[in-house]
């Protein structure tokens, strides 16, 4: 085995554990939507007590939180990609990688607070 066909191979690896980090989040992501749409169609009163009574219950705080945490990484990693296929300037598409995983932070420390402050 040649030192070329060395790098070669671990360049073809370097992006299967972000393929794989992408695909388990959307295995995540399944149940805990499912999980959501069910429970907003099961209620029959849409009144903001009655919701926020609902999200007060520590098990669905829980899993509004892990939802809102598997998709923000899940797009994270989507909009990633996005990036890296399409912007060919380094410092430009270095820039956008850095804004986009700022404002999903941002969004993830919103969601969080959010559901935090109602639990609260």
Do not use: C
């Not at 749409?37 to 609902?54: G, M, N, Q, R």
């Amino acid at each position: 085995m040649s030192l070329n066909s060395k790098n070669s191979d671990s360049n073809f690896h370097n992006g299967i554990p972000h393929w794989k980090f992408q695909r388990i989040s959307a295995i995540i992501n399944i149940p805990l939507i499912i999980w959501f749409v069910f429970s907003l169609i099961t209620f029959s009163d849409y009144s903001y007590i009655s919701l926020t009574e609902w999200v007060k219950n520590p098990i669905n705080s829980i899993l509004i939180i892990s939802m809102f945490a598997s998709i923000l990484y899940h797009s994270s990693l989507g909009i990633q990609v996005v990036i890296e296929d399409y912007i060919s300037e380094v410092k430009s598409r270095a820039f956008l990688l850095n804004l986009s995983k700022l404002i999903i932070f941002f969004l993830f420390i919103v969601s969080f607070g959010s559901v935090i402050n109602i639990y609260i």
